[in-house]
Antibody, heavy 114, light 113 residues
């Protein structure tokens, strides 16, 4: 059974940093496209980043230069390093498997506020 | 960036009636050499992550009831719920995965009339 479990969210001040993790089970992250998608409170879905099976990562313009997506194959885990956080980054962050996102985690809430 | 526009923003349908949601992309998401449209539909209920319903524009995900169907090609797509059930109350999103940045529609809220 495929399972995705996010962690690492919390309250952070503007300008601060957080690292989100997404532990996968039931499949191998290095063989799949893996995504981060976020949803601000009461708003729609916003794609954040993807890492391809070959290791290349791509980002939404709104986070480019501030967020970095990576993976650790030995831990079957993907990460999202978020720097220079802004109030507009406040959202539930989901990890999702594949280009058409067949599997989703339950999400982790990131709140950027002073 | 490919802009995805859904219509309507919300709709209220009687139980057992048909619900139709449209999604238009600002450029084609058809990958001609594969003859596949890189378009998916998701359902999201309050407090839950999205759930994949349809991919490749018309392929139903395993376990999704057959009252859900997807159609369309290139820039114009439709999600149809043939006979609305109470458990279908949710927000529905289209998503293009043809070109990064991948993008979602703004969502359509489906309610019972």
């Amino acid at each position: 059974e495929v399972q995705l479990v996010e962690s690492g969210g919390g309250l952070v001040q503007p300008g601060g940093s957080l690292r989100l993790s997404c532990v996968a089970s039931g499949f191998t992250v290095s063989s799949n496209y893996m995504n981060w998608v976020r949803q601000a409170p009461g708003k729609g879905l916003e794609w954040v980043s993807v890492i391809y099976s070959g290791g290349s990562a791509y980002y939404a313009e709104s986070v480019k230069g501030r967020f970095t997506m990576s993976r650790d194959n030995s831990k079957n885990t993907i990460y999202l390093q978020m720097n220079s956080l802004r109030a507009a980054d406040t959202a539930v962050y989901y990890c999702a498997r594949d280009s058409f996102m067949a599997d989703w985690g339950q999400g982790t809430l990131v709140t950027v506020s002073s | 960036d490919i802009v995805m526009t859904q219509s309507p923003d919300s709709l209220a349908v009687s139980l057992g009636e048909r619900a139709t949601i449209n999604c238009t992309s600002s450029q084609s998401v058809l990958y001609s050499s594969r003859n596949k449209n890189y378009l998916a539909w998701y359902q999201q209920k309050p407090g839950q992550p999205p759930k994949l319903l349809i991919y490749w524009a018309s392929t139903r995900e395993s376990g999704v009831p057959d009252r859900f169907s997807g159609s369309g090609s290139e820039t114009d797509f439709t999600l149809t719920i043939s006979s609305l059930q109470a458990e279908d109350v949710a927000v529905y999103y289209c998503h293009q995965y043809d070109t990064t940045p991948w993008t979602f529609g703004q969502g359509t809220k489906v309610e019972i009339k």
